[in-house]
């Protein structure tokens, strides 16, 4: 199984950005983890991020036909991209949507997903740890 994980807006900040909120590891040291759950499911993971909401949607359209599921972090997108959502529904990839926060104790404004109701699943307030879960539901999707 080919997967496309894509990590959006503010996420190569992770390890020094709120470190309360969002923990001490950075987006390498989940890379790596990542990575290493993949090949226990014998998957092919390509991960990636970016700060911009267009090249998100390049990537979505560009993984027709080339991946299996997809799993995103969109970031604040998630919370306002209808556009991510309709690339999302365009290409009918399962798309799993992660978090590392739980976004349902936190501001008013994170509560409400524009992307979860596209996606089969949403996985929200594991931390990093919330990536190893998704992968893991990959490999049963
Ligand atoms: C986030 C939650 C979003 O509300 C926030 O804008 C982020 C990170 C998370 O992983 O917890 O950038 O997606």
Same mark, same amino acid.
Do not use: W
């Given at each position: 199984?080919?997967?496309? *994980?894509?990590?959006?807006?503010?996420?190569?900040?992770?390890? !020094? @950005?709120?470190? $309360?909120?969002?923990? !001490?590891?950075?987006?390498?040291?989940?890379? @790596?983890?990542?990575?290493?759950?993949?090949?226990?499911?014998?998957?092919? *993971? !390509?991960?990636?991020? !970016?700060?911009?909401?267009?090249?998100?949607? $390049?990537?979505?359209?560009?993984?027709?036909?080339?991946?299996?599921?997809?799993?995103?972090? &969109?970031?604040?997108?998630?919370?306002?991209?209808?556009?991510?959502? $309709?690339?999302?529904?365009?290409?009918?990839? &399962?798309?799993?949507?992660?978090?590392? =926060?739980?976004?349902?104790? @936190?501001?008013?404004? @994170?509560?409400?997903?524009?992307?979860? &109701?596209?996606?089969?699943?949403?996985? =929200?307030?594991?931390? =990093?740890?919330?990536?190893? *879960?998704?992968?893991?539901?990959?490999?049963?999707?």
């Amino acid at each position: 199984k080919k997967i496309l *994980l894509i990590n959006g807006p503010n996420l190569n900040l992770l390890g !020094t @950005r709120e470190k $309360d909120i969002y923990g !001490t590891e950075t987006l390498e040291d989940i890379a @790596r983890k990542a990575n290493a759950e993949a090949l226990k499911h014998n998957m092919d *993971l !390509t991960f990636i991020q !970016t700060n911009h909401e267009g090249e998100i949607i $390049d990537k979505i359209h560009e993984a027709k036909g080339n991946i299996d599921v997809i799993i995103i972090n &969109p970031g604040a997108y998630t919370h306002y991209s209808i556009a991510i959502r $309709d690339a999302i529904k365009a290409v009918e990839i &399962p798309t799993i949507e992660i978090h590392l =926060s739980n976004i349902y104790n @936190r501001e008013e404004f @994170r509560k409400e997903s524009v992307i979860a &109701p596209v996606c089969v699943g949403q996985i =929200s307030g594991f931390g =990093s740890n919330s990536y190893i *879960l998704a992968i893991n539901a990959a490999a049963l999707i």
